[in-house]
């Protein structure tokens, strides 16, 4: 692996959270929405929208740069369906992306004392 797929971690890392933070909103403001006069939901589902097709958009990046498995792929792309799932997305791909870059320092390293 190469920096190249550390920088696609690290986007995807990025916006992990912030998304799990959009959709506890707007479940948020979907309960207030039903309980009392304060309706954000229209507001804060278009901000969890286009936060949900960035981390789809980026996660396909991240998918392609990283060569996940199957496997891999569907669990963070499951994650970002949960309401907290963002969260351990991100931790998750905050420890991937410093091995991505540990290996590759040591094959820049490598290639060097050769």
């Not at 229209?42 to 958009?57: D, K």
């Not at 496997?71 to 963070?76: C, D, E, I, K, W």
């Not at 420890?95 to 390293?109: I, L, P, Y």
Request: charged share 20%; glycine share 6%.
């Amino acid at each position: 692996m190469d920096l190249m797929t550390a920088r696609a971690l690290r986007r995807l890392r990025l916006i992990s959270a912030p998304e799990a933070v959009s959709f506890l909103l707007l479940l948020v403001c979907s309960v207030l929405k039903r309980t009392t006069d304060f309706n954000a939901v229209p507001v804060m589902g278009a901000v969890h929208g286009v936060l949900f097709l960035g981390y789809v958009a980026l996660w396909a990046l991240a998918w392609r740069a990283a060569r996940w498995n199957l496997g891999r792929a569907a669990l963070l792309f499951v994650l970002s369906v949960l309401p907290t799932g963002g969260f351990f997305a991100e931790r998750t791909l905050a420890r991937e992306c410093e091995d991505v870059v540990v290996a590759a320092r040591a094959q820049t390293q490598e290639a060097v004392g050769a």
